[in-house]
Every structure is written in C-alpha cells, then in structure tokens.
C-alpha cells in the first residue's frame, strides 16, 4: 500500500496565483484532514472530511477550500495565494468504526513559499 | 478539545529508557490518548494510543495513571533515530468527527 501520497513535494507561487494541493490514500479511510505546519510550530487543522460528499471547517480554514468527491482523494485549492500561506502542508487520513479509535496516517507534505 | 501540557524538551543517553510525560487533567471519558512523533523533515508518524489501560506496540508503551490525568509514552530504548517531537494528543469523540489538534509537543534528543 502507497498509504498517503501527497503532491507535489515543493511548490513556489506568486502572490494571487491559485493551485490545487492533491492528496490520495488507498486504505479506504473515511477520515481525512488538512493541516499547516508553520516554523516551529504544532500542526494546525484547515479542512477535514468525515466521507465523501462532507467536509468542514478546522482551526483555521479561511483562504482555502476543499472537496471530496470520492473516498480516496481530498484536494486543498487555494484561491488566491498570500505570503501568509508559506508553509509545510500535511494531508492525514484515519479509518473509523463505530465508536472504536485508529491512529492517523501522514503524509510526507507539500512544501510551499508564496512570494 | 481538552488540552495536554508537556515538557518543551527532554535528553536521553541512547540505549537507555525515556519517559515522556503528559498531563490532561481536564480529559473526558471518551477522550482517547494518542501520541505521534514528527522526525525532522517528515509528517507526524502514529506512535500509540489508549483509552485507560496501558497499552504496548512494538515502538513503545503507554502508561496511564489511573485517574487519567496524566499520561507517559515510555520508549525502552533510546536511538538515534528516536530524536523527534513528540505530541500527546486528546482525541474525542463528536458526532462525525474526532480531528486531532497539536499542541507543541517535546522535542527529544537522543545523545550518542
């Protein structure tokens, strides 16, 4: 199993450029999760989805949308890049049943810098 | 979300034990208590969870104290491939979601 695959690895944009950060898991997951990682910080949750056809809002969603339009893939677009968005990006997926707890899986992130 | 408290940073000689504490003692009943590790450069890799008793894998053991306020990742044996931040993290239960929030973890050194 590829588990998380996560691309690209490093991205650089201008200021007000959009682009698609692509996120795929093949375990079959329901869970899956945005976060942003900034230097020398803890991870902080964007966007997550609890199954196809849902997501929602994190800690910190603004400038960025997602959708999840099948179980294996959970794209982050962003609209309108800003130097504020610099950061390291990680996608998370986790299986769930019932009210039983599983560890979430990572990916290897997104390395972006808007300049 | 309940929080954790833990030690910004901690030093193990390798090949020797390490006990990573954490506190939680505004923890719910349905809370799990999950631990993950971030080596540098990489995303947060799972390194054990538990809900009240203590719980091993092959990476590490979990002790919980009793009253579930607090916690301890312990790992047996240091390496050097162990030096990473560590996160311990509250996980509850909502209706359609259970998100994992980050505090900022202790990072670990391990000297040679």
């Known amino acids: 199993n590829a588990g998380v695959t996560q691309t690209p690895k490093f991205q650089v944009l201008k200021t007000g450029q959009s682009m698609t950060l692509q996120c795929a898991q093949d375990?079959?997951?329901?869970?899956m999760s945005w976060y942003r990682q900034d230097p020398g910080m803890g991870l902080r949750l964007i966007h997550y989805?609890?199954?196809?056809?849902?997501?929602d809002q994190g800690e910190v969603p603004n400038g960025y949308n997602v959708s999840r339009s099948t179980t294996e893939d959970f794209p982050l677009r962003l609209l309108s890049a800003a130097p504020s968005q610099t950061s390291v990006y990680f996608c998370?997926?986790?299986?769930?049943?019932?009210?039983?707890?599983?560890?979430?899986?990572f990916g290897s992130g997104t390395r972006l810098t808007v300049v | 979300d309940a929080k954790t408290t833990q030690p910004n940073s901690m030093e193990s000689n390798e090949e020797e034990p390490v006990h990573l504490p954490c506190n939680h003692s505004?923890?719910?009943?349905?809370?799990?208590i999950h631990w993950y590790r971030q080596l540098p450069s990489q995303g947060p890799e799972y390194v054990i969870h538990?809900?009240?008793s203590n719980v091993n894998n092959r990476m590490a053991s979990l002790a919980i104290a009793e009253d579930r306020k607090s916690s301890t990742l312990i790992l047996h044996r240091a390496t050097l491939r162990d030096a990473a931040v560590y996160y311990c993290?509250?996980?509850?239960?909502?209706?359609?979601?259970?998100?994992?929030?980050f505090g900022t973890g202790t990072r670990l050194t391990v000297i040679p």
């Open positions: 998370a997926s986790s299986y769930s049943k019932g009210l039983r707890d599983y560890g979430y899986t």
């Open positions: 375990m079959n997951h329901e869970y």
């Open positions: 989805s609890v199954g196809a056809g849902i997501t």
């Open positions: 505004t923890i719910s009943g349905t809370d799990y």
């Open positions: 538990g809900l009240t």
């Open positions: 993290i509250l996980r509850g239960f909502k209706t359609g979601a259970n998100n994992l929030f």
